[in-house]
C-alpha cells in the first residue's frame, strides 16, 4: 500500500538553529515528491517537486532533497516567519490520468526567535 | 490572478442539512480537486475532475457529490450532512503536477 510518513510531528527550533524535516514514503512507481507549506487558517502553498534520487532544490533558507525511499527539508538559519507546518505529497502509479497525490500528516514547525 | 478561491470560508450546518461548496480557479487548470484536512489524518481526495463535464471518486467520496459544468468551477454538494463530514474543505486545481490550493472552508455539522 502506498504510503507517506512524516518525521517529527512538531519541532521546536530556536531562530538560527538548523534542522532537517524527513518524509519517507513507500509507493510503486515515484511520479513526483512535493513539499508544501502550510499557515494556520489557511491552504497548503507549493515550495517544490523532486522526481528522481539525488535531486535537490532549494528556495531561500530551504532545500529539499531525494533518495528513493525518503525526502529531506533543510532548514537552514530559520527564522520566526518560517513557523508552519510542512508537508509532503507523492504522486504515484504508471500513466492515467488522475494524478493523485498521497499527502503525509506534515511536520508543525516552530521558530523561536 | 485570484488564482483558487472558495466560497464560503466558514458554514455551521445542523445534521441533514445539505450545502453546496463552490470552488473557482482563474488559471486554465484542467484537473480540479476537492480535499478534506482533518487532524492527524492528512489532506484525503474526496472527489476530482479531470477536464470540463467529467468527474470521479477520490479516496472518500461517501456522502459527497460534484459537478464541474464549467471548467473554471468546481462544485461539491453534501445533501445530507452528518457529523462526521465535519472538517476543513480544501479545493485544488492543476495542470498535472503540483496543485494551487485555495483557502479552505471550514465546515462544522452539528
Known amino acids: 500500500e502506498d504510503q507517506v510518513t512524516q518525521s517529527p510531528e512538531a519541532l521546536r527550533l530556536q531562530e538560527g538553529e538548523s534542522s532537517s524535516l524527513n518524509c519517507s514514503y513507500t509507493v510503486s512507481g515515484l511520479r513526483g515528491l512535493f513539499w508544501y507549506r502550510q499557515d494556520p487558517g489557511k491552504g497548503p502553498e507549493f515550495l517544490f517537486t523532486l522526481y528522481s534520487a539525488g535531486e535537490e532544490k532549494e528556495k531561500e533558507r530551504l532545500k529539499a532533497t531525494l533518495t528513493k525511499k525518503e525526502s529531506f527539508l533543510h532548514i537552514t538559519a530559520p527564522k520566526p516567519e518560517d513557523s508552519a507546518t510542512y508537508l509532503c505529497a507523492v504522486q504515484a502509479g504508471y500513466g492515467g490520468a488522475t494524478n493523485k497525490l498521497i499527502f503525509g500528516t506534515g511536520t508543525l514547525l516552530a521558530v523561536q526567535p | 490572478n485570484a488564482g483558487v478561491t472558495q466560497t464560503p470560508k466558514f458554514r455551521v450546518l445542523k445534521t441533514g442539512q445539505s450545502m453546496t461548496l463552490l470552488c473557482a480557479q482563474d488559471m486554465n487548470h484542467e484537473y480540479m480537486y476537492w480535499y478534506r484536512q482533518d487532524p492527524g489524518m492528512g489532506l484525503r481526495l474526496i472527489h476530482y475532475?479531470?477536464?470540463?463535464?467529467?468527474?470521479a471518486k477520490g479516496e472518500v467520496p461517501d456522502g459527497y457529490n460534484v459537478s464541474r459544468l464549467k471548467k473554471q468551477n468546481f462544485l461539491l454538494g453534501l445533501e445530507s450532512a452528518a457529523p462526521s463530514q465535519t472538517s476543513v474543505y480544501f479545493c485544488a486545481s492543476s495542470q498535472g503536477g503540483d496543485r494551487e490550493f485555495g483557502p479552505g472552508t471550514r465546515l462544522t455539522v452539528t
Open positions: 475532475s479531470v477536464g470540463e463535464g467529467t468527474t
